[in-house]
């Protein structure tokens, strides 16, 4: 059944500089128990999604229509009170920066029992124990004794702990976690995912999970959504979208990262940067990056079908959002994808891209304010580099 | 590009920042303050054209080593030659001349770039400090520079806050390469960018050291980048290094424990992909009191047994683990495991086959140690704690388990080609251990 359903939500932030279309039009559905990522580059609405289905988009930001429905019921729909009631207690969310969620002037343990005692009606005595377990559930040390510190005498690793342990004291059926571990060390980010995956199942609660990190989401999620420009560009379940993904953009992220054990000298780059919101390119907004792209992609957005069909989807089939898939392109995609892991990586020294795209130039647009920073010196990729450089040297 | 028969480029020796701590007047008058060794007598070299990644967690000292090496911060020790010459001695219009051949890029693109100034004025700059061009070559070199980083040089009017990341980050390197450098030292150059955006300067970054022979150090927490980007490869610990060599070295065996269970922490991107992940237990000690011996024993899952002890590696480590936790705490709490459902309880109420339990539970201890005169040290440690003496069973701790890596700080062995390791299971001393190659 599913647990969350997110339908055509759009959230506009009205700025000086013009309206932001944060989140364009987007659906998706999260299923009880699930664990379900949220890739894309900043800037690609995945932080604005988590919060306007907390409701806590604030001025200049609006929801500006969209249903989310928790549990069956809509949440844009309840007054403000009745979706306290559910933050927190339905749903909790984790934010990135651990030192700006906890309060300062109250120890750890407190902060984590107010809560318990807020949404569960627990005594002093009871709200405490519950809280040093949950502080011992998420690896704490010494939690009886660390009850009584403050986040300060935490380090950033113990401090994020701590906020995930605030985030399950009342046993919420979704956890929102926006990039939980993008500020910490990589020893302590695999203990901490470790321990949220655990905790998970054990509550059994589902786990709506942003990140930029290809990484995590591989490790961690049974589902993704891909985002770009405030808009889904791809669905599926991470195995679909490791080895057979859909949509250019994800063929580009997935071939930009580097990987441990891969001799290649060169990285796959997506040329130019995430566009600015307030002037989203026409048709397909990533057309001014992607290698396919052709005329119809500047005037035709393309619709999240099913990339076998080129149907419609409901809300947790595959999905790809590309007019490749709808017939409206003269030329196929034409990209490999190949993953393999470290262990059975042979080592012969052969440059070896795991994901191969021709070097097709872009389609240019003047949309951008700054002038498109396409990667010159990707596309002299093929010999003399402008030599007008260090000439005196 | 590989190592040449050139000597180095850069040869540092015995580099050392301690920082003074706890530094009110008053404990400074009677001398209380303390030191944090933030880098503790780092060597290195970098040779013409390669690329030396630097890695470690935060707290390891990697950005205080990028720093003292151009005497941004000013080492307590050591030397730092560039072609023969003392930075650390060099007088200040000397050291300005050098900083012209030694460049650096910074972390944070958004923070880097002076916000009143175009474009063109942040990369000119360098020009008129280091009198290299005036009037229209500077704005030819500029546009030039420009161009070289894959910018317009349209763009040299505007300011910093209209550029993206990615595009800042390209500014910082046109400012570097301004002066025409031999060396730069970047400081996570990507490490504020998207994925995308990251490889896009990673590629520019190869791309110039071949265009122009340049020399990099590169520091960065993520593996995966400097792996990608770098020749050789240094892990520092606690201002430490724990492991240098060759890239491909250092990311296959033999391993430092600590390179590897950094590694085996990295996220894979394949959902397909299952590796065995080390944790370590706890996280970085304060560099303000570092630990005796290796620097990593209070973490190292192979911490090495004391001669006549035979157990599984992993009770050895929960051993270890309870007596670095007595070290610090004097109750009962610090050292047991926390009971669902129970409130108020009173420790020092349990009879000493409970309390035996919860210690046992707390560290993950079996039933019995595997070592039988260990498990006797663990029983007499136990019944102290239960008569609430916790200096008599510290003593019977650290008496009875005291690990070499405890008393012996290793130094760097070699075990292969130009690949030296800090780890004593890597010295001849230690002939019977099992990750030594044969």
Known sequence: ?393 | MAKTADGPILEVENLTKYYESGGGLVDTLLGRSQEVKALDGVDLELYPGETLGIVGESGCGKTTLARSLLRLIEPTAGTVRYEGEDLTAASDDRLRALRKDIQYIFQDPFASLNPRLTVGDIVGEPLDIHDIAEGEARADRVSDLLETVGLNQRHAHRYPHEFSGGQRQRIGIARALAVDPEVIVCDEPVSALDVSVQAQILNLLADLQSEFGLSYIVIAHDLSVVEHIADRVGVLYLGEFAEVGPTEDVFQPPYHPYAEALLSAIPEPDPGWEGDRIFLSGDVPSPLNPPSGCRFHTRCPKVIQPKGTDMAQSEWRSLMDLKQRLRKADSLEAVTAVREGVEDEDLRQLSRSALEARVRDEFGLPETVGDREAEEVFGTALDHLYDGAFEAARTALNDAFESPCERTDPELFDVGDDHRIACLLYDDAYPETPTRRS
């Open chain 1, 1 to 393: 059944m599913a647990l969350l359903e997110v339908e055509d939500l759009t959230v506009k932030f009205y700025t000086e500089e013009g309206v932001v279309t944060a989140v364009d039009d987007l659906s998706f559905r999260i299923k009880r128990g699930e664990k379900f990522g949220v890739v894309g580059e900043s800037g690609a609405g995945k932080s604005v999604t988590a919060l306007s289905v907390m409701r806590l988009i604030e001025e200049p930001g609006r929801i500006e229509s969209g249903t989310v429905r928790f549990d069956g019921e809509d949440l844009m729909e309840m007054s403000e009170s009745e979706v306290r009631d559910v933050r927190g207690n339905d749903i909790a969310m984790i934010f990135q920066d651990a030192q700006t969620a906890l309060n300062p002037v109250y120890t750890v343990g407190e902060q984590i029992a107010e809560a318990i005692r807020h949404h569960l009606d627990y005594g002093d005595a009871a709200a405490r124990d519950r809280a040093i377990r949950l502080l011992d559930d998420v690896g704490i040390p010494e939690p009886e004794a660390r009850y009584d510190d403050y986040p300060h005498e935490f380090s950033g690793g113990m401090q994020q702990r701590v906020v995930i342990a605030m985030a399950l004291s009342c046993d919420p059926d979704l956890l929102i976690a926006d990039e939980p571990t993008t500020a910490l060390d990589v020893t302590i980010e695999a203990k901490i995912l470790d321990r949220l995956e655990r905790l998970a199942e054990e509550y059994d609660t589902a786990i709506q999970l942003i990140t930029h990190d290809l990484g995590v989401i591989a490790e961690m999620c049974d589902r993704v959504m891909v985002m770009y420009a405030g808009r889904a560009v791809e669905k599926a379940t991470v195995e679909e979208m490791y080895y057979d993904p859909k949509h250019p953009y994800t063929v580009g992220l997935m071939s930009a990262i580097p990987r441990i054990g891969d001799r290649q000298d060169r990285l796959q780059t997506i040329p130019g940067t995430m566009p600015d919101l307030v002037e989203v390119p026409s048709g397909c907004s990533f057309h001014p990056r992607c290698p396919f792209a052709e005329e119809e992609c500047t005037r035709k957005q393309p619709p999240l079908v099913d990339p076998e069909t080129g149907e419609g989807v409901g809300l947790s089939d595959r999905a790809a959002a590309c007019l490749a898939y709808t017939g409206d392109l003269d030329n196929e995609l034409d990209y490999e994808v190949e993953v393999r892991g470290r262990a059975e990586q042979p080592d012969d020294g052969q440059p070896d891209p795991r994901v191969r795209r021709p070097d097709s130039e872009p389609v240019r647009t003047d949309s951008d304010p700054v002038g498109l920073d396409t990667d010159l010196l990707d596309q002299n990729d093929d010999g003399e580099d402008d030599a007008g450089g260090l000439s005196d040297g």
